[in-house]
Each structure stands twice: as structure tokens, then as C-alpha cells.
């Protein structure tokens, strides 16, 4: 995981440095500094949060353009099953796939039928009894980074087990390098409701490289891909999936762990989250058996690169699931993916983000949290971001590492004109009687 990149961008020209996502990013990565937000790297999580909240539209998620699938010979969709959600009134998700084929892709692998395969082998590797519980699932990577920067204690409790994505990607690569192509002219992209996995398929964690070439999000070819499904006749669709509901109902919460038959949690948003892996890290929950995390609310319909109401594409999901139940619905394909080519566990360890570390130093740290301590006591307390960094206390930081100054504060600043403007009248009542005027 490479802690200096991140999927989200700042539009300089549209902040009016409102202070909107200051207050609402989880690991305080932003900060407000002559009228602008500033990113910090090494602190985001790609969780989006300030893309949702930011009304004048000035944070981006970077992803890849349809363009790029021209760059492959072979050219390969992975949706994610966010993606069903986005469409209410299609529940035939064979017309979605054929659409994403009509966009210029050569073949569609649904991400959910890897998700099918990553719950058994999860399933599997906890009934082991070798991984700390409660484990906490790796699925989502902006809480899989924000655990390594908050909470490093919680690490050796992550699922080592790839996402889905990855799975579903090496798998494809596979089974396509079986009809005689290289796997250099593969392209394997991801339609993605999330920015968080474009910086895990550059910079992934749990392992060395990631099988995913590029990372489209559902937003920027939902309009166009719409357009191609309203003009399809059923007789043009083509028979191309092959998961379950189960797999499916990943892009909600609950549908993970729901698929584990474990004792579990199931939570979503990233300040539940937060809350949860505090109440873990002070010993409690040790009953539970597996933490399913997911940073956006909903899940990942929820996601900041879909179009839909995340609330409305889950009902449109609970639909779905309604018309796969019924016998003959939905016709799927059956196609030998040979999961035991893939690697589904992590090959390199995950570590910590130092990035909230004060100084290498220990007597320097020391020192520095001494004088946090003492300006926090000083400050009002009252967290209104005013000053551009998040709480009082993340100014207290930003004074003590140099990057902003006491007089911030506009409640200090408002103390030392008045202690100033009562410094002058005092003085002035002491001018000599020659030049009072």
C-alpha cells in the first residue's frame, strides 16, 4: 500500500474553502489554508466522504476513462454488483452485461461470482481456527487503510484474503489465456462504485501486484450504458452471468457476512465503523467471529461513483433478488474459472501508517504532545473549523508541527484584539499632557 497516493483529487478553482469536508473526514486529512482545502496524502483513505459532502463539486475521484480499453487487445469488464442497483426497473442483469459488451468490451466477468468464491474460502479459513477474531473483512480497502492508520493494533485481525475484484480479475486472465491470447493483451478493468479501489489496483495491499488494468467508475459510463440497454432487443442479449444472489448481495451491508453463516456485525458509514473498532481495540466484541466494515453508508451502493440513491438501488436489489428466486428468471452460464489457479490469500504482510506519528524522535514526540496538551487547554474546545483544520485539537497539531498559528482561531484572535484594544486605551491614558490631544 503506497501512502502517498490517493484516488481523490481537489478542483482548486471551485473550493471556496467552505470547511464542509474538514468536519466530516474521518482520519482528518484535510485542512483549510488561505481559502483553499489541502489533501494531506499519507491520511486519506479514499473513503469519498468528501466528495458526498463538498456542495461546490471540488473534490474528484480519479479514475480511468472508457478510452482506456483501447490500450488491450482484449478488452475485459469486471462490474462490480453495485452496478445492477443503478438500473430500477431492469432485473434481467444478462441485458446489463450484454450492454457493457456493446460498450467495446470482448468479454464480462461479474465480480460477484468471485465473491461467491471468496465467502467459501473465508468460511473455510476461519473454521481453521489460525485467524484472531473477531476477524474483520478486507473487502473494503478505505477501511482496511484506515485501520492501519487509526487502529494498527487491530491489523493481525484483518481477513488476509484478496478482494473479490482481484480474485475475479486473475481468474478471468486465466481462463481467457486459455483460448490462446496473451495475457499482456488482456485488459481486465473494473467498473467500480468506489475511488478507494482504483488506489488499491495501482498501490494494493496483500499482495505484490494487482491483476485489475484500469478502474472505470459506474458514473462516468452509466448515461452511455443506459442508453445501449433501452435500445436492446431481448433477442440480442447475450446469456453472460454466472454468480448468485449471495455473491450479488455483497454491494449492500450485511450481504457478506449474511453469506459467512457466522456470528458477525455488519456496519456501514465510516464514523460506525470508527465506532466499532474503537469498542474492538478496548477488548470488547471478542465474542463476535467476523466484522464486516464498509466505509460508505448502505455499502457499497452507497458508493461516491455511483448515480443512484443508494437507498433506491438497494430496493432495486431486494427486486432482483425476487426475480432471480423465481425458477428459469434468469439464465445463467456455466464456465470453468478454476479457482484453484488463483491465490486467494494475501503474500506480503499488511503494516501500519505512521502517518499520524509526531515526530521519529521519542523525546521530540514527547515534547510535542506536552506543548498539544497545553494549547488544547488554551483553545475553546468547541471543534467549529473556523480556523480550517477539523477540531481544536488537530490545530493544537498543526501549531505544534508549524503549519498554523495560534491566531487561527478566531475566538483567540478575538481575546488578543480585545487584550490589545484595552492595551492601547491604557496607554493612552498615559500620554504625556503636552500631546493629548
Known amino acids: 500500500m503506497n501512502k502517498g497516493y490517493h484516488s481523490i483529487e481537489l478542483i482548486e478553482k471551485k473550493c471556496i474553502g467552505c470547511t464542509s469536508c474538514i468536519k466530516r473526514c474521518p482520519t482528518e486529512a484535510i485542512r483549510v489554508r488561505s481559502g483553499k482545502a489541502l489533501i494531506n496524502h499519507e491520511r486519506c483513505i479514499d473513503c469519498g466522504m468528501c466528495i458526498k459532502v463538498c456542495e461546490s463539486h471540488a473534490k474528484k475521484a480519479v479514475t480511468d476513462s472508457l478510452a482506456a480499453i483501447k490500450?488491450?487487445?482484449?478488452?475485459?469488464?469486471?462490474?462490480?454488483?453495485?452496478?445492477y442497483g443503478q438500473f430500477d426497473?431492469?432485473?434481467?442483469?444478462?441485458?446489463?452485461?450484454?450492454?457493457?459488451?456493446?460498450?467495446?468490451?470482448?468479454?464480462?466477468?461479474?465480480?460477484?461470482?468471485?465473491?461467491?468464491?471468496?465467502?467459501?474460502?473465508?468460511?473455510?479459513?476461519?473454521?481453521?481456527?489460525?485467524?484472531?477474531?473477531?476477524?474483520?473483512?478486507?473487502?473494503?480497502?478505505?477501511?482496511v487503510k484506515l485501520i492501519t492508520i487509526k487502529y494498527p493494533a487491530l491489523i493481525e485481525n484483518i481477513l488476509p484474503v484478496n478482494a473479490p475484484v482481484e480474485i475475479m480479475a486473475a481468474l478471468a486472465k486465466g481462463?481467457?489465456?486459455?483460448?490462446?491470447?496473451?495475457?499482456?493483451?488482456?485488459?481486465?478493468?473494473?467498473?467500480?462504485?468506489?475511488?478507494?479501489?482504483r488506489t488499491q489496483c495501482l498501490y494494493p495491499f496483500g499482495l505484490e501486484k494487482s491483476e485489475v488494468d484500469g478502474v472505470i467508475s459506474i458514473a462516468d459510463?452509466?448515461?452511455?450504458?443506459?442508453?445501449?440497454?433501452?435500445?436492446?432487443?431481448?433477442?440480442?442479449?447475450?446469456?453472460?452471468?454466472?454468480?448468485?444472489?449471495?455473491?450479488?448481495?455483497?454491494?449492500?451491508?450485511?450481504?457478506?457476512?449474511?453469506?459467512?453463516?457466522?456470528?458477525?456485525?455488519?456496519?456501514?458509514g465510516v464514523e460506525n465503523v470508527m465506532n466499532v473498532l474503537e469498542e474492538l481495540e478496548n477488548g470488547h466484541l471478542e465474542e463476535i467471529e467476523f466484522i464486516e466494515g464498509l466505509a460508505c453508508t448502505g455499502g457499497c451502493v452507497g458508493g461516491p461513483l455511483t448515480v443512484a440513491n443508494g437507498f433506491v438501488a438497494k430496493n432495486s436489489l431486494q427486486k432482483l433478488k425476487t426475480f432471480m428466486k423465481r425458477d428459469g428468471a434468469l439464465k445463467t452460464r456455466e464456465i470453468e474459472l478454476n479457482p484453484q489457479s488463483v491465490n486467494f490469500e494475501f503474500t506480503k504482510p499488511l503494516h501500519p501508517q505512521y502517518s499520524l506519528m509526531l515526530d521519529k524522535d521519542m523525546g521530540k514526540a514527547l515534547e510535542k504532545l506536552a506543548k498539544i496538551k497545553q494549547l488544547v487547554k488554551?483553545?475553546?474546545?468547541?471543534?467549529?473549523?473556523?480556523?480550517?483544520?477539523?477540531?481544536?485539537?488537530?490545530?493544537?497539531?498543526?501549531?505544534?508541527?508549524?503549519?498554523?498559528?495560534?491566531?487561527?482561531?478566531?475566538?483567540?484572535?478575538?481575546?488578543?484584539v480585545k487584550d490589545m484594544a484595552q492595551a492601547m486605551v491604557s496607554l493612552a491614558s498615559k500620554l504625556p499632557q503636552t500631546i493629548q490631544g
Not at 450492454?99 to 473454521?127: N, P, W
Not at 481462463?175 to 479501489?197: L, Q, R, T
Open 221 to 268: 459510463i452509466y448515461i452511455k450504458l443506459r442508453s445501449l440497454i433501452h435500445s436492446l432487443n431481448l433477442k440480442d442479449t447475450e446469456v453472460l452471468a454466472h454468480s448468485t444472489f449471495k455473491g450479488v448481495s455483497w454491494a449492500v451491508t450485511g450481504g457478506e457476512s449474511e453469506g459467512t453463516k457466522l456470528d458477525s456485525i455488519a456496519v456501514d
Open 71 to 83: 490500450n488491450f487487445k482484449y478488452k475485459v469488464a469486471i462490474p462490480a454488483p453495485t452496478l
Open 89 to 143: 426497473k431492469i432485473f434481467n442483469v444478462n441485458i446489463i452485461l450484454t450492454g457493457l459488451k456493446q460498450l467495446g468490451f470482448d468479454e464480462v466477468f461479474e465480480v460477484s461470482r468471485a465473491a461467491d468464491l471468496v465467502t467459501e474460502y473465508t468460511v473455510k479459513l476461519i473454521s481453521e481456527g489460525n485467524l484472531k477474531k473477531p476477524v474483520i473483512s478486507s473487502a473494503c480497502p478505505a477501511v
Open 378 to 416: 488554551e483553545l475553546p474546545g468547541i471543534d467549529c473549523g473556523a480556523c480550517g483544520s477539523p477540531t481544536c485539537e488537530a490545530l493544537a497539531q498543526d501549531i505544534v508541527n508549524g503549519g498554523s498559528n495560534i491566531e487561527d482561531c478566531v475566538f483567540m484572535l478575538r481575546s488578543k
Open 175 to 197: 481462463y481467457i489465456a486459455k483460448k490462446g491470447i496473451n495475457k499482456e493483451d488482456i485488459g481486465v478493468f473494473f467498473i467500480s462504485p468506489c475511488a478507494a479501489k
